[in-house]
């Protein structure tokens, strides 16, 4: 009979309109409630009726995958030797394999040989041109560039505020682990270790200089910071497998830093730099 | 020629291509010669013979569809200009290439638009981008650029307004790294040269005249009587390119009496920014996240044809290692889940187009977050997934899809991924094409808007280079999954979606049935992902370099997309090596060339069905304009 299809259609809506209620009932409103287990109701496949997310009131939490603007891994300000430290060594893979060519790297030299240091002096990544590829994370043999969750990044000025540079782009390798755990843990796993592959090795050699030093009477060798970091630096992959689901059940706190707080880490990472390079030079 | 002595009874126009081959040459000794460049396949015909040689392939070899038709520069590699065609047979089967070189000075090529007008747009491309003039043809104007647009940008010796390089990367990068914004160096106005007899304060009158003499008449209207002796006039409208029925930024000029659609012409290139130029600076790695701006509805699928094209090349070389089993069915899985994305779009938006607004489109929009929350958590992004790698994939399917909380996200997931796609695949889905087609397939006003309306015959669906639901809704069971298989496609079993009457209402028809075939095909996937557990992803067990070197010829690498045939034609020039970026990077958009029947089918019908023909094509602008 003619009409029929219409009618069965708008059955259908009615069945969606009902449906929506239904499924309030069912779960007693909760499913608008703020909570994580709500949200998993209403997000879920088993719903029915409305999943519309308030954003920005409510936000959906992003997979460990995703990826927007990268930033660069610094070691954690606790790190016995290397707290603040670039995990970036400055070879500039990132840089040639960046389909819009966004990311500029200074390489750092030593002031007194002028010879290349693994670390860069500047770094810049300019996110209007970003291409959110992930490349750049995906191919960096450091582990030292990786892809950030916060896609807020409005500001009222393109021309000064989007050229990101080094300090605006270093978040600690704690953020790193908070953000995505597994991966931070299958990464741990190929290099051996939670912190920079750089740092076992320093911390061996650091160890044999002091040994050499120690050997001469005037030894004033910070020896005891190197012994500190030794174990850590050296500790085997199963002890650190061992150890990493817990420290992160231990500490499940969600990554938070007021400004100042930011800068004051900032401030700190840079004057430890600076009393590092005057000891250095 | 002694293969088609020895076999009399097999008929020439279902011969192989190396039959084929040899039949040409034999009936055009002296206008065809093998190409026997390395690497390269088919055969360059003498160019005052192409339309001959033309005309035997497509009525005497029966290959009827022309698929492709793009030009190449080879400055510095010969110094010629080359078209290179790719016809097949609708029947199924390889593609028989065919080439005409030219000169660069005065590139002149006969136009082929006489025997397929799917070489229409092609050929206007080809004038646009690369100068080559082609006689014969009815209507060569530029297509992607503005008609006073100065010089021809696709050829090599022409450089874009923030030219940095030849190739990338840039030398300025790194170790270097002096950082600076493009428009401070060159501020825009400064970075463009016009030709002297361009009126700027004019240009849009002087550019805009040819589009409407295209049209058969000039800006005035004409006066027309009508069949009760009333004086008409024929009325010029313009729909778009700002218009929320064209999908994006794109323009059709109609010519109306009353009511009636007497003329229709698509103007487009608005969102053009010559993707292919850009890709011809990139490496052959930086392309796959460009490509997926292309087709943003189905990025995995244009990443799919990409990475199918490249591996074409790499496997001319030596070391090469085919992709594992796991990471075809990985491949597989998403692209039929993308076609779902798209079809489902596809649909809901054919919907709003004729009047339906926005109710039927949210329903299916649900289903469509659920695959691209998959999408994110696998990938790393809902549309722009960047997902394949040549000889692999970004990664392995997470354990679970879960979400982390932090900063700004404190709404959390965890599903485990596999049920997750089960549920997906066998529960949601089905559930929402029943849902889609209890709303619509029998709706009276779906069907009285639907019916008859739009109708492209199948003799020029394939005339006219039509692919995908546009081709299959003629009546051509035409689907690259089966007539020229790739992947694991040729094991798994499903049907080739088609419908005879060729309207808007076939071609729905065709999308719903292509939607359950993917879950058909979904379904025998997940039992192959189970097996291949413990399977690497990488055919090398770890992941493939940052700079292949890729073998020096050319391939043509086509899969079966939401919107048609994509294809991609890429020609690797350079050293014995090969190289680390494409010297020709093209892209057969179906969006674009689905396109060309549009005139044709429009005319006749009211204004208001106009929408609903282009929403039933199903473009999509990043494609169409690249
Ligand atoms: S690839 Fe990694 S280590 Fe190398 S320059 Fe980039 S961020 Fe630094
Ligand atoms: S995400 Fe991609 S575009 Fe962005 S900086 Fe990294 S490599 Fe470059």
């Given at each position: ?6 009618a069965?259609g ?19 409103f ?12 209403r997000?879920?496949t ?12 409510e ?15 610094v ?6 030797t ?107 796993l ?18 044999s ?68 390079a005057?000891?250095?030079? | ?5 020895a ?36 055969v ?10 033309a ?16 030009a ?56 646009d ?5 082609f ?22 010796d ?51 005249t ?6 058969g008449?000039g ?8 069949k ?13 390119p ?8 794109f ?22 920014r ?5 890709g ?7 392309n ?6 292309l ?13 199918l ?11 090469y ?53 998959f999408?994110?958590?696998v ?5 722009m ?20 909380a ?44 639907s ?18 639901p ?69 055919a090398?067990?770890k ?62 019908y ?18 169409t304009?690249?």
């Amino acid at each position: 009979m003619y009409g029929t299809g219409l009618a069965k259609g708008l059955l259908l809506t009615l069945r969606h309109f009902v449906e929506s209620y239904m499924d309030d009932l069912r779960y007693g409103f909760r499913k608008y409630h703020h909570s994580t287990d709500n949200f998993g109701i209403r997000q879920g496949t088993k719903t029915k009726g409305v999943i519309t997310v308030q954003y920005p009131d409510e936000k959906v939490a992003v997979p460990e995958r995703f990826r927007f603007v990268p930033f660069l891994i610094v070691e954690d300000e606790d790190h016995p030797t290397r707290a603040g430290k670039d995990w970036c060594t400055s070879c500039g893979i990132c840089a040639k394999v960046c389909p819009p060519q966004c990311i500029w790297i200074v390489r750092g030299n030593d002031p007194v040989t002028g010879r290349p240091v693994p670390e860069p002096e500047a770094f810049f990544i300019d996110i209007d041109i970003c291409m959110n590829c992930g490349y750049c994370a995906e191919y960096c043999p450091f582990d030292a560039i990786k892809m950030d969750h916060d896609y807020e990044l409005a500001s009222y000025d393109r021309t000064s505020h989007h050229i990101h540079d080094k300090e605006r782009l270093s978040k600690p390798n704690s953020y790193w682990r908070s953000i995505a755990p597994t991966r931070a843990y299958d990464e741990m796993l190929v290099r051996g270790t939670w912190e920079h592959k750089d740092a076992a090795k320093e911390a061996r050699r650091g160890a044999s200089s002091a040994r050499a030093r120690s050997s001469q009477p005037a030894a004033q060798a910070p020896a005891a910071t190197v012994t500190a970091a030794a174990p850590a630096a050296e500790a085997t992959p199963e002890s650190s497998a061992a150890a990493a689901p817990s420290s992160a059940a231990e500490s499940p706190t969600p990554w938070s830093e007021d400004e100042a707080k930011r800068e004051e880490r900032r401030r700190k990472a840079l004057e430890r730099k600076a009393r590092r390079a005057a000891k250095q030079g | 020629m002694e293969n088609l002595a020895a076999a009399p009874e097999q008929p020439i126009e279902t011969a192989s291509i190396d039959d084929a081959v040899s039949f040409l040459k034999s009936n055009h000794p002296d206008a065809i010669k093998l190409d026997d460049r390395d690497g390269y396949e088919g055969v360059i015909v003498d160019p005052d013979q192409l339309l001959d040689v033309a005309r035997v392939i497509r009525d005497e070899l029966g290959f009827d569809y022309l698929s492709s038709a793009t030009a190449v520069d080879y400055l510095g590699e010969g110094d010629h200009m080359e078209m290179v065609y790719h016809a097949y047979r609708t029947s199924g089967g390889g593609a028989l290439v065919f080439k005409a070189q030219t000169d660069r000075e005065n590139p002149t090529i006969p136009s082929l638009t006489g025997l397929w007008r799917g070489a229409d747009f092609q050929e206007r491309e080809a004038w646009d981008l690369y100068g080559i003039r082609f006689p014969g043809h009815p209507n060569l104007k530029r297509i992607l650029m503005w008609e006073g647009f100065h010089g021809h940008p696709m050829r090599k010796d022409w450089r874009e307004a923030y030219y940095e390089e030849e190739l990338k990367p840039f030398d300025s990068r790194w170790p270097g790294g002096h950082v600076h914004r493009s428009e401070e160096k060159n501020v825009f106005g400064k970075n463009v040269s016009y030709p002297t007899d361009i009126d700027l304060n004019r240009l849009m009158d002087s550019s805009e005249t040819a589009v409407y003499e295209s049209l058969g008449l000039g800006v005035d209207v004409e006066r027309i009587m009508d069949k009760d002796g009333f004086e008409t006039n024929e009325l010029v409208v313009n729909m778009g390119p700002h218009h929320p029925s064209t999908h994006g930024v794109f323009r059709m000029l109609l010519t109306v009496d009353g009511e009636t659609v007497t003329s229709l012409e698509p103007v487009m290139g608005y969102l053009h920014r010559n993707h292919e130029k850009i890709g011809e600076r990139n490496t052959y790695l930086h392309n796959i996240p460009f490509t997926d701006r292309l087709d943003y509805i189905s990025s995995m699928g244009n990443n799919h044809g990409y990475v199918l094209a490249v591996e074409q090349l790499m496997s001319l070389g030596r070391k090469y290692n085919p992709p594992t089993y796991r990471c075809e069915a990985l491949r597989v899985m998403m692209v039929e889940l993308s076609r779902i994305v798209n079809h489902l779009w596809a649909i809901g938006f054919w919907l709003n187009d004729i009047g339906a607004f926005f109710t039927p489109v949210l329903y299916f929009i649900q289903e469509r977050e659920r695959i691209l929350d998959f999408f994110e958590a696998v990938a790393g992004s809902r549309m722009m997934c960047n997902y394949m790698r040549f000889g692999g994939l970004f990664g392995d399917l997470p354990e679970r899809i879960k979400s982390v909380a932090n900063l700004t996200n404190d709404r959390v997931r965890d599903y485990n991924t596999m049920q997750f796609l089960t549920e997906m695949i066998n529960e949601r889905i089905p559930r929402t094409i029943d849902e889609l087609e209890l709303l619509l397939t029998q709706n009276e006003i779906v069907l009285e808007r639907s019916v008859d309306v739009g109708v492209l015959s199948a003799e020029d669906a394939i005339n006219y280079s039509a692919a995908g639901p546009l081709l299959r809704g003629s009546g051509v069971a035409y689907d690259i999954r089966r007539a020229d298989p790739y992947s694991i496609y040729p094991e798994l079993d499903f049907d080739v979606a088609v419908e005879e009457e060729g309207d808007m209402y076939a071609r729905y028809r065709v999308r719903v049935t292509e939607l359950r075939e993917s879950v058909r095909i979904l379904r025998q996937i997940l039992p192959r992902l189970e097996a291949t557990k413990d399977e690497s992803i990488w055919a090398d067990g770890k992941p493939g370099a940052y700079q292949p070197r890729v073998p020096h010829g050319e391939a043509y690498g086509r899969v079966e997309n939401g919107k048609g045939e994509l294809g991609y034609y890429l020609v690797s020039a350079g050293g014995r090596g090969g190289s680390s970026n494409p010297w020709r990077y093209h892209v057969r958009a179906p969006s674009f060339i689905n396109l060309t029947p549009l005139g044709r089918m429009s005319q006749g019908y009211k204004v208001a069905d106009i929408v609903g023909i282009l929403g039933s094509i199903d473009i999509v602008l990043g494609e169409t304009d690249r």
